[in-house]
């Protein structure tokens, strides 16, 4: 059974830096595309990036240069690395899989996503 856990969301000042981790059980992330998501009050949930074979597509041009992500196979858990966060960076942060070894055009639609995560709140403000 597919399941993803994501942690490390927090408050944190305009400027600052988070890690979000997604862990993920029931497959091995490694051979597996992931992609991460985000939802704030009031709008639609939006693609940030798809990971796949070391391989990242923004989906938000906003994040490039300031999100990276990265894996470790050794505990099934990927990471996005969040840096120079701005408040328009605040929403509740999803992690996502398909099963796919890809990151088509077709995902960057939320909804062809078949297993997410809870999600974690992520809050920049002063």
């Known amino acids: 059974q597919v399941r993803l856990v994501e942690s490390g969301g927090s408050l944190v000042q305009p400027g600052g830096s988070l890690r979000l981790s997604c862990a993920a059980s029931g497959f091995t992330l490694e051979r597996y595309h992931i992609g991460w998501f985000r939802q704030a009050p009031g709008k639609e949930r939006e693609g940030v990036l798809c990971?796949?074979?070391?391989?990242?597509?923004y989906y938000t041009d906003s994040v490039k240069g300031r999100f990276s992500i990265s894996r470790d196979n050794a505990k099934n858990t990927v990471y996005l690395q969040m840096n120079s966060l701005k408040p328009e960076d605040t929403a509740v942060y999803y992690c996502?899989?398909?099963?796919?070894?890809?990151?088509?055009?077709?995902?960057?639609?939320?909804?062809?996503?078949?297993?997410w995560g809870q999600g974690t709140q992520v809050t920049v403000s002063s």
């Open positions: 990971f796949v074979s070391d391989s990242v597509t």
């Open positions: 996502a899989t398909d099963l796919a070894d890809d990151c088509a055009t077709k995902y960057y639609n939320p909804l062809t996503w078949g297993s």
